[in-house]
């Protein structure tokens, strides 16, 4: 049985029970592996879910990098250098595709890596982000063209999700919040108790206090979905609450179709290996809320 190099000084055990997927090559002697997702840390798990339910056949590798979690406070130089470090990490795992199942990512890293680093590092391998897809069903989803967005402070602040619905729908309207707490009650086992009532109320108040005939709230963070009865509640019945797994998830299949030079280098085995640079039990126990079912997590540093 393999272990994790990265890991054996310190989680010796749960490292040997993690299926250790990495490049392998196809019949057309091409390298291919798994799919790479990537986020600050547990959200992204809330598109993984979804990719996978589309997409079950498929070889995933999953990696939080929770000991640097949260990224929505930090500079666009800081966000862009970690997701980089975590992009080159899942390559050298042998993923030839990487999804950044993180808005704040998304919006802070991607453009800088597909424009700047991919060339460098190798042309043939492709780096995706969770706005673009998402922007592209407003038009679908919306009625009057009144977008709420609620993310962290960083995408809020970069105006990404601003840009991009200007661009494809100009008739539309952007209004964002930024919602600080959330992702904190999220990583701390305190969605789904008291406590989170205010925060969501608070945002959700300063949302439609700056726009009221917002017909379609978008969850532009993938931590909040978690948060999503205690939303639904408090919004509208009118409103259209929106998450982006099944989303991005339609849109990774679209994108497999239109690329089977990309499709045939993604691995198939339906396996998932699940990595964090924190503590994996951590990892492990705070998943099965993304999950709904025990995963096997192992370490690594970045
Ligand atoms: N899940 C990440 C996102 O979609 C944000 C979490 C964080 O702040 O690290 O933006």
Redesign the pocket.
């Known amino acids: 049985m393999e272990v994790w190099k990265e890991s054996e000084d310190y989680y010796p055990l749960n490292a040997k029970k993690v299926v250790n997927l990495r490049e392998m090559n196809n019949e057309r002697g091409h390298e291919c592996g798994p799919i790479g997702v990537f986020?600050?840390?547990y959200?992204?798990l809330t598109i993984l879910k979804e990719i996978r339910r589309l997409l079950p056949d498929y070889d995933y590798i999953y990696l939080g990098d929770n000991a640097r979690?949260?990224?929505?406070?930090r500079s666009f130089d800081v966000v862009y250098r970690f997701t980089l470090e975590a992009v080159r990490y899942l390559f050298s795992r042998g993923c030839r595709l990487v999804i950044l199942?993180?808005?704040?990512?998304?919006?802070k890293a991607l453009r800088s890596i597909q424009q700047n680093d991919l060339p460098e590092i190798d042309p043939t391998r492709r780096v995706l982000g969770?706005i673009r897809p998402t922007v592209e069903r407003l038009g679908e989803l919306s009625a009057n063209g009144n977008i709420g967005v609620l993310?962290?402070r960083?995408?809020v602040r970069s105006q990404s999700y601003d840009m991009e619905i200007a661009k494809l729908y100009p008739d539309f309207t952007t209004t964002s919040q930024a919602c600080p707490m959330w992702?904190p009650l999220v990583e701390n086992h305190e969605a789904n108790d008291g406590g989170a009532d205010y925060f969501v109320e608070k945002y959700l108040s300063e949302l439609f206090a700056k726009k009221q005939d917002i017909d379609t709230v978008l969850l532009?963070?993938?931590?909040f979905p978690i948060l999503y009865p205690k939303i639904r509640e408090r919004v509208r019945e009118d409103v259209r609450v929106v998450c982006q797994g099944e989303i991005v998830a339609e849109s990774l299949a679209d994108y497999l179709r239109r690329h089977p030079e990309m499709e045939s280098r993604c691995t198939r085995g339906g396996r998932c290996t699940y990595l964090t640079t924190e503590n994996p039990e951590a990892f492990s126990s705070l998943a099965r809320i993304f999950l709904d079912e025990p995963v096997e997590v192992g370490h690594i540093d970045l």
């Open positions: 986020d600050s840390g959200g992204g979690a949260p990224y929505g406070p199942a993180c808005n704040t990512a998304s919006a969770v993310g962290t960083g995408t992702v532009a963070c993938t931590h």
